[in-house]
Protein backbone atom coordinates (compact mmCIF):
# COMPACT_ATOMS: atom_id res chain seq x y z
CA UNK A 1 0.00 0.00 0.00
CA UNK A 2 1.35 3.62 -0.80
CA UNK A 3 2.21 5.73 2.45
CA UNK A 4 -0.75 8.23 1.32
CA UNK A 5 -3.58 5.45 0.96
CA UNK A 6 -2.38 3.95 3.85
CA UNK A 7 -2.34 7.32 5.94
CA UNK A 8 -6.37 7.47 4.48
CA UNK A 9 -6.91 3.86 5.68
CA UNK A 10 -5.78 4.69 9.17
CA UNK A 11 -7.24 8.29 9.43
CA UNK A 12 -10.87 6.24 8.30
CA UNK A 13 -10.05 3.13 10.69
CA UNK A 14 -10.05 5.22 13.68
CA UNK A 15 -12.68 7.81 12.51
CA UNK A 16 -15.06 6.57 15.83
CA UNK A 17 -11.93 7.71 18.07
CA UNK A 18 -11.93 11.22 16.66
CA UNK A 19 -9.87 13.58 14.25
CA UNK A 20 -6.38 11.83 13.35
CA UNK A 21 -3.67 13.57 11.59
CA UNK A 22 -0.89 11.53 10.37
CA UNK A 23 3.14 13.17 11.06
CA UNK A 24 6.17 11.42 8.87
CA UNK A 25 8.86 10.57 11.37
CA UNK A 26 11.74 8.64 11.01
CA UNK A 27 10.79 6.74 7.98
CA UNK A 28 7.60 6.07 9.65
CA UNK A 29 4.59 7.93 11.17
CA UNK A 30 2.90 8.80 13.94
CA UNK A 31 -0.93 9.07 14.55
CA UNK A 32 -2.36 11.96 16.81
CA UNK A 33 -5.35 13.22 18.61
CA UNK A 34 -6.51 16.08 20.60
CA UNK A 35 -2.80 16.85 20.14
CA UNK A 36 -0.94 13.54 21.59
CA UNK A 37 0.33 10.67 19.89
CA UNK A 38 -1.69 7.59 20.06
CA UNK A 39 -0.54 5.41 16.96
CA UNK A 40 2.96 4.47 15.44
CA UNK A 41 2.66 3.69 11.75
CA UNK A 42 5.49 1.93 10.24
CA UNK A 43 5.78 -0.56 7.37
CA UNK A 44 2.16 -0.53 6.59
CA UNK A 45 1.64 -1.47 10.00
CA UNK A 46 -0.28 -0.02 12.82
CA UNK A 47 0.79 0.13 16.51
CA UNK A 48 -0.98 1.42 19.11
CA UNK A 49 0.40 3.15 22.86
CA UNK A 50 -0.03 0.29 25.64
CA UNK A 51 0.36 0.80 29.46
CA UNK A 52 0.99 -2.84 31.26
CA UNK A 53 -2.85 -3.30 31.14
CA UNK A 54 -3.33 -3.40 27.89
CA UNK A 55 -0.44 -4.93 26.28
CA UNK A 56 -1.93 -8.19 28.08
CA UNK A 57 -5.00 -7.68 26.83
CA UNK A 58 -3.61 -7.26 23.34
CA UNK A 59 -0.95 -10.62 24.01
CA UNK A 60 -4.52 -12.16 24.52
CA UNK A 61 -5.79 -10.93 20.86
CA UNK A 62 -2.71 -12.84 19.15
CA UNK A 63 -0.68 -9.20 19.23
CA UNK A 64 2.97 -8.16 19.81
CA UNK A 65 5.06 -5.44 20.71
CA UNK A 66 6.81 -2.81 18.09
CA UNK A 67 10.63 -3.29 18.52
CA UNK A 68 13.58 -1.21 17.08
CA UNK A 69 16.77 -2.28 17.49
CA UNK A 70 19.41 0.92 16.70
CA UNK A 71 22.30 0.30 14.16
CA UNK A 72 24.44 2.66 15.43
CA UNK A 73 24.70 4.77 18.71
CA UNK A 74 25.27 4.25 22.10
CA UNK A 75 22.34 1.58 21.96
CA UNK A 76 23.64 -0.05 18.78
CA UNK A 77 22.41 -3.80 18.96
CA UNK A 78 20.14 -3.53 21.63
CA UNK A 79 16.53 -4.45 21.74
CA UNK A 80 13.90 -1.46 22.31
CA UNK A 81 10.37 -1.80 23.39
CA UNK A 82 9.13 2.21 22.53
CA UNK A 83 5.24 1.12 24.31
CA UNK A 84 3.21 0.43 20.54
CA UNK A 85 1.62 -2.73 20.38
CA UNK A 86 0.66 -4.05 16.77
CA UNK A 87 -3.09 -3.47 16.43
CA UNK A 88 -4.82 -6.48 16.50
CA UNK A 89 -5.74 -8.41 13.00
CA UNK A 90 -9.08 -8.37 13.86
CA UNK A 91 -9.70 -4.96 14.05
CA UNK A 92 -7.86 -3.83 10.92
CA UNK A 93 -11.44 -4.52 9.04
CA UNK A 94 -13.37 -3.25 12.04
CA UNK A 95 -13.68 0.20 12.36
CA UNK A 96 -15.92 0.06 15.49
CA UNK A 97 -13.44 -2.56 16.47
CA UNK A 98 -10.43 -0.33 15.87
CA UNK A 99 -11.89 2.67 18.02
CA UNK A 100 -12.26 0.74 20.23
CA UNK A 101 -8.60 -0.02 20.87
CA UNK A 102 -7.87 3.55 19.73
CA UNK A 103 -9.69 5.04 22.39
CA UNK A 104 -7.74 2.89 24.95
CA UNK A 105 -4.48 3.97 23.41
CA UNK A 106 -5.42 7.75 23.39
CA UNK A 107 -5.90 7.33 26.66
CA UNK A 108 -2.78 6.09 27.68
CA UNK A 109 -1.40 8.45 25.89
CA UNK A 110 -3.17 11.30 27.35
CA UNK A 111 -2.06 9.95 30.91
CA UNK A 112 1.33 9.69 30.26
CA UNK A 113 1.53 13.35 28.08
CA UNK A 114 -0.01 14.81 31.53
CA UNK A 115 3.24 13.54 33.70
CA UNK A 116 5.45 14.83 31.40
CA UNK A 117 7.01 19.06 31.96
CA UNK A 118 6.21 21.46 29.96
CA UNK A 119 8.12 22.08 27.24
CA UNK A 120 9.97 25.21 27.64
CA UNK A 121 9.62 28.24 25.34
CA UNK A 122 12.28 28.70 22.97
CA UNK A 123 14.65 31.28 24.29
CA UNK A 124 14.36 34.52 22.01
CA UNK A 125 16.85 35.80 19.62
CA UNK A 126 20.25 37.30 21.47
CA UNK A 127 19.29 40.59 20.09
CA UNK A 128 15.63 40.65 20.94
CA UNK A 129 15.31 42.81 23.43
CA UNK A 130 17.82 45.40 22.51
CA UNK A 131 16.62 48.40 21.10
CA UNK A 132 17.38 49.34 17.58
CA UNK A 133 19.95 51.75 16.92
CA UNK A 134 18.50 55.47 16.74
CA UNK A 135 18.96 57.19 13.41
CA UNK A 136 19.69 60.57 13.60
CA UNK A 137 18.82 63.14 11.53
CA UNK A 138 21.17 64.84 9.53
CA UNK A 139 20.91 68.51 9.41
Do not use: C
Request: positive net charge; charged residues 30%; aromatic residues 8%.
Amino acid sequence: MATNSFHEYVKELFVGVGPVQIKRMFGGAGGYADGVMFLLLGNDTIHIKVDDALKIELREAGSGPFEWTPQSGPRAGETIDLGYWRLPEHALDDPDEAAVWGRKALKIAKAKAATKPPKKAKAAPKNANKPSPKKTAKR
